[in-house]
């Protein structure tokens, strides 16, 4: 007989297995068993039914620019857990900049696990960085529970993290692969860019000109040859170019050991429509036309690319001025990514659990979080509870990261989370949530 403490129950559980009517059994915070929905209740348990609402595992977003700290007036772990969790988001995984300091050392690790310990609303982990002059910090960082490494081929935006060249990315590697660590890396070429038109000024046609889809692909070409010569394990963040898409492919089926995210905003916003000057739409590499839309959509359905994260990073509204090439770079998604991403496939004929193998499933296992990803007996029992064909305005005072800019402001989104569940504790409902209950994450020896 079961021990359950918590018996959530729905017509609607989205398992491995499929959608079903069904009792999740919940003790210590761990699923115990799915049962059919009719099971009896256990004797002391207490029993939650959500009625037709969906019940999805908790979304994992391995992709997060927390800031903290350093530039909390960016962000902080406080505003940053509290929009995820409103968002249906259980898991984060910071990135390595653009905290003051940055993480690429593990005395830098311990600082970032301190201040994030007791405001973390959701379970927080880290990526470290790899810098031109830390090869030796790697191995203590991975040892030290990073769940990979983060660099980039081109300059990153903030002095403290440089890029790193051809060369240095070779040394890296040959270190990240002798422990079979991770390399996660921002794929755009700095010669590309440098050759490109840079205009300046508000007009978004000349901002993407600035940031073509060759520079993606040439880094990724040289990325995909780098990680051949030492069969070392790459992840290529946010891909925008759809003309990467064959090289990617091709990898792949050669056996490379590569994996692939997008972001809601390349799936979900066009270049056509970004107005100029309006730069809470400014990211890099950048939102491109509806047609290289269409051609992530048909990579995210065929298994080209894996997962799709928020790369939610944010500042202050100061620095996303009118002028594209000088404005901060990053959008702010967190809150708002499941039900951005779940009306634009639904629209395309994808299901609800579509949406949850890329935001979840695949981030999950990407970042090797075994507790992690489904509703399923010896995993963390980490909810969202979601009306799917509920919709919404969104209204930037509604949002819950430090900052309320938004691309996404006045637009309509299906997808209402009613509520988030953390380790079987219900962290937010209705936008009330209760103390932080997160806990920080290791990479899984
Ligand atoms: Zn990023």
Redesign the pocket.
């Known amino acids: 007989m079961s021990d359950a403490e918590l018996v959530l129950r729905s017509t609607r559980v989205i398992t491995p297995e499929g959608t079903r009517a069904a009792s999740v059994h919940v003790a210590g915070g761990t699923i115990t068993a799915v049962l059919p929905y009719d099971a009896p209740v256990p004797d002391g348990a207490r029993l939650e039914d959500v009625g037709d609402h969906v019940v999805l595992p908790g979304l994992v977003d391995t ?1 997060v ?1 927390v800031n903290d700290p350093g530039r909390t007036e960016w962000e902080g772990f406080w505003t940053a857990t509290r929009a995820a969790a409103a968002g249906g988001i259980t898991t984060l995984v910071d ?1 390595p900049l653009n905290s003051l300091p940055p993480t690429t050392t593990v005395d830098h690790l311990r600082v970032k696990q301190k201040v994030a310990a007791d405001k973390a609303h959701i379970d927080v982990g880290f990526w470290g960085g790899a810098l031109p002059d830390n090869v030796k910090d790697l191995r203590p960082l991975h040892e030290a529970g990073v769940f990979g490494f983060k660099a980039f081929l081109s300059p990153s935006g903030v002095d403290e993290f440089p890029h790193l060249d051809q060369e240095q990315l070779a040394r890296s590697l040959a270190e990240i692969a002798s422990f079979d660590g991770l390399l996660i890396v921002h794929a755009e070429d700095p010669h590309h860019l440098a050759a490109a038109p840079q205009h300046g000024g508000p007009k978004y046609a000349h901002f993407l000109a600035s940031r073509p889809r060759d520079a993606e692909d040439t880094a990724i070409a040289n990325l995909i040859a780098q990680a051949k010569r030492f069969d070392a394990r790459v992840h290529i ?2 891909l925008s170019s759809s003309d990467a898409l064959p090289l990617i492919a091709g990898a792949r089926a050669e056996g490379v050991r590569l994996t692939v995210e997008t972001c809601p905003h390349y799936l979900t916003l066009t270049a056509e429509e970004v107005p100029d000057g309006a730069s809470e739409f400014k990211c890099c590499p950048p939102i491109r036309e509806a047609a290289n839309q269409d051609l992530l959509w048909q990579a995210l359905a065929d298994g080209t690319i894996d997962c799709v994260v928020t ?1 939610h ?1 944010p500042s202050t509204p100061d620095l996303k001025t009118d002028d594209f090439a000088t404005a901060w770079g990053g959008i702010s998604g967190l809150q708002l990514s499941m039900s951005a991403v779940w009306t634009a496939a639904r629209k395309r004929g994808h299901s609800l659990e579509d949406v949850v193998r890329w935001m979840s499933s695949a981030t999950a296992r990407l970042a090797g979080l075994d507790r992690k990803g489904a509703i399923e007996a010896g995993r963390d029992a980490d909810f969202a509870v979601v009306a799917p064909d509920e919709t919404f305005t969104v209204d930037p005072a509604a949002l819950q990261h430090r900052n309320r800019v938004t691309a996404y402001a006045g637009r309509t989104l299906y997808g209402v989370v009613k509520s988030t569940w953390l380790r079987g504790e219900r962290i937010v409902a209705d936008g009330a949530f209760t103390e932080p209950k997160g806990r920080l994450l290791t990479r899984t020896p």
Request: glycine share 0%.
């Open positions: 992709h620019h990135m963040l946010h790369d990073s």
